[in-house]
């Protein structure tokens, strides 16, 4: 469904009490009693989890998969398959400037786009009331993973020039996969940037800002935005930077305490987090993750441009009890104010 999401932002942006916006997909799983490997090897199944996902919360907008290894599979990786956790990457496909230059940007479609993309283009003709947000990764986390996570952090002192050719190529892919997104009727993307979380403030600008503002400048309109998220311990101290890539909404980890973000972050910015997948959402209980949802929001609700979420993508096996407990929270907190 096409919406104007410059003015769906700034609505979501005036709402006093706002409607939780987690990254919730891969549970969809328990509720089809499929695996993760059945769900990431089919477009209908996607579309039918995320559709299920929408109906079961009421959740601001729709969030497809963070499947950070689907891009990274394009371009080459090895790829180390679950049935109950997310794919994640194996090794490395660039560790020379030779390997750089030589380095093929994928056509769009390749590996598992296409599957992908199939998901959303389906997926938004079952969920009509809210956002539908397909999910792609970041270029420095895209980068880091053809050239090793480790090695990669390295690479920005010792081989720059190597890290910007690589850069510069996933980039060019990054964009040309959202705009296919777009073209089948996404209303916007998440775009997961955590490698870049770890680097110092002024190596987090030169090879991570420069390229999403590329990327936002490419891709976002009135009729489609960019949701940034970046789950690093170092966001805080990078916030001037990310501010500026464009993005009118950002998503950060509870690796930082969102309270002291929410300080930093302008008052027409969107910031949402930041409740903890692993120990709360997949091994909290009910009564632990009401209380930790309602500690972020007690700190964080006095600023209007903040937003409950969850800290990262929740777990494919985290407990549904937990997961609507987390909406349950929401609703408690605010009846109460």
């Known amino acids: 469904m096409e919406m104007n999401m410059k003015q769906w932002a700034a609505d979501y942006l005036a709402e006093t009490k706002k409607k939780p916006l987690p990254v919730l997909s891969f549970p969809a799983i328990q509720m089809m009693d499929i695996t993760v490997k059945e769900l990431i090897s089919s477009s209908d199944l996607q579309a039918k989890g995320m559709k ?16 950070l290894s689907l891009e990274a599979e ?16 194996i090794g490395s496909v660039v560790s020379t400037e030779e390997d750089a230059d030589a380095l093929k940007v994928p056509e769009i479609g390749a590996g598992r786009t296409a599957i992908y993309i199939e998901a959303i283009e389906k997926a938004v003709k079952l969920i009509e009331d809210r956002p539908v947000l397909a999910g792609v990764i970041g270029p420095f986390s895209l980068a880091g993973r053809l050239m090793d996570v480790s090695e990669a952090m390295i690479y920005c002192y010792d081989e720059p020039d190597m890290v910007h050719t690589v850069l510069e190529k996933v980039t060019d892919f990054i964009i040309k996969y959202i705009l296919e997104y777009k073209r089948v009727g996404a209303n916007g993307v998440v775009v997961a940037e955590p490698l870049a979380g770890l680097l110092s403030p002024a190596l987090e600008e030169e090879f991570s800002a420069e390229y999403m503002k590329k990327i936002v400048e490419a891709v976002q309109d009135d009729t489609f935005i960019v949701v940034y998220h970046n789950c690093g311990n170092c966001t805080i101290q990078q916030i001037k930077s990310i501010c500026s890539i464009g993005a009118p909404m950002l998503h950060f980890g509870n690796a930082i305490n969102m309270a002291e973000m929410m300080e930093h972050v302008p008052a027409d910015i969107i910031a949402a987090g930041n409740v903890d997948p692993a120990s709360e959402f997949r091994n909290g209980t009910v009564e632990s993750i009401k209380k930790a949802t309602k500690e972020v929001l007690a700190a964080c609700s006095k600023y209007p441009n903040f937003a409950i979420s969850s800290g990262c993508d929740i777990p494919p096996m985290s407990k549904w009890e937990n997961i609507e407990a987390f909406f349950e929270a929401v609703q408690e907190f605010y009846a109460e104010q």
């Open 74 to 89: 394009c371009f080459g990786s090895t790829i180390r398959f679950s049935d109950d956790e997310v794919p994640t990457v």
């Open 52 to 67: 299920l996902v929408a109906d079961r919360v009421d959740a601001a907008a729709a969030v497809s998969l963070m499947d």
